[in-house]
């Protein structure tokens, strides 16, 4: 969709290969997986943990600029919707396009309805997503 | 006096990025699966190849969720 993914712990690029080459479930993965062994990139984007010398579960996305967009962060214990993740980075895709309009909460896809604020809509979004 | 250097509780909080902010010249290095060889990844290159960016953290190789 012309996104890079990368995939970012703070093993080291060894126990990457290892663990790619390894674990089935990840036979088909085909985006590089990242090393922060030192926890700098983590610390960065606040989920490394000091103290476990770990990282949340934090997915960022960041525009061709250089913009951090969205911030989702999860505790270790619980794994994140990747129909959500595509979700929102279609939206930004579209809005990037479409800077006068906003996705609203239940916008999924492209050809669902967005909202174009204007003063005329100040009280009455419910009509304007009918 | 003995001074002990506290750590403001508000640094925890205040110096990483925040949503809106610019994102900083990074580079990662990488295992890549498909070329199955060490590599580098350099924000400032993605940038300049107008991509967007999508970084997944995760807490550990040869875990579970």
């Known amino acids: 969709m012309g996104a890079e993914v990368i995939a970012i712990s703070c093993d080291t690029q060894y126990v990457h ?9 990840l036979q088909d993965v085909k985006y590089p997986m990242g090393a922060d062994p030192t926890g700098n990139l983590s610390s960065l984007f606040g989920v490394y943990d000091e103290e476990k010398g770990i990282a949340l579960r934090g997915t960022f996305i960041i525009t061709p600029d250089g913009l951090l967009l969205n911030s989702e962060v999860n505790f270790f214990n619980m794994g994140r919707n990747i129909d959500e993740l595509m979700r929102k980075f279609k939206a930004n895709i579209h809005l990037a396009k479409k800077t006068n309009e906003g996705c609203p909460a239940k916008w ?3 050809g669902d309805k967005t909202l174009t604020p204007s003063a005329a809509m100040v009280g009455k979004v419910f009509e304007a997503l009918q | 006096m003995h001074h002990e250097e506290e750590i403001d509780p508000m640094d925890a909080i205040c110096c990483s990025i925040k949503v809106g902010q610019k994102v900083p010249d990074f580079t990662l290095t990488t295992y890549d699966p498909v070329k199955g060889d060490f590599g580098s990844f350099s924000f400032a290159e993605q940038k300049k190849a107008k991509k967007w960016t999508i970084l997944f953290f995760y807490p550990a190789d040869f875990t579970f969720v």
């Not at chain 1, 290969?17 to 479930?25: N, V």
């Open chain 1, 17 to 25: 290969l290892a663990w790619q080459k390894h674990e089935k479930m």
């Open chain 1, 108 to 110: 999924k896809e492209e």
